[in-house]
């Protein structure tokens, strides 16, 4: 069973910074493309960060040159690098990821952490 698990939400000051983790445990072949979404109170989830095995990258418009994912496939970590951070943040972020367990790849969800930023 492969479990993704989030950590480094908070509260922070507009401007501010905060830095996310998500690390995955289990039974783990490989890692495909890995991503970040949130979904702020009453609006749909939504796609922020993805990378791919290879690194490459892709973000949603909002949070361009101010967001960077990353991560660490000896580790089984993906990091979310979310820098002058704006009340319109504020959501919860979830992990999100496609792991070979063994037969074949799936989708896998963590539970969300809480990403609060006040004006």
């Known amino acids: 069973q492969v479990q993704l698990v989030e950590s480094g939400g908070g509260e922070v000051q507009a401007g501010g910074s905060l830095r996310l983790s998500c690390a995955a445990s289990g039974r783990i072949f490989s890692m495909n493309t890995m991503g970040w979404y949130r979904q702020a109170p009453g609006k749909q989830r939504e796609l922020v960060a993805v990378i791919t095995s290879g690194g490459s990258t892709n973000y949603e418009d909002s949070v361009k040159g101010r967001f960077t994912i990353s991560r660490d496939n000896a580790k089984n970590t993906v990091d979310l690098q979310m820098n002058s951070l704006k009340p319109e943040d504020t959501a919860v972020y979830y992990c999100?990821?496609?792991?070979?367990?063994?037969?074949?790849?799936?989708?896998?969800w963590g539970r969300g952490t809480q990403v609060t930023v006040s004006s």
């Open positions: 999100n990821g496609r792991i070979n367990s063994g037969s074949a790849f799936s989708t896998y």
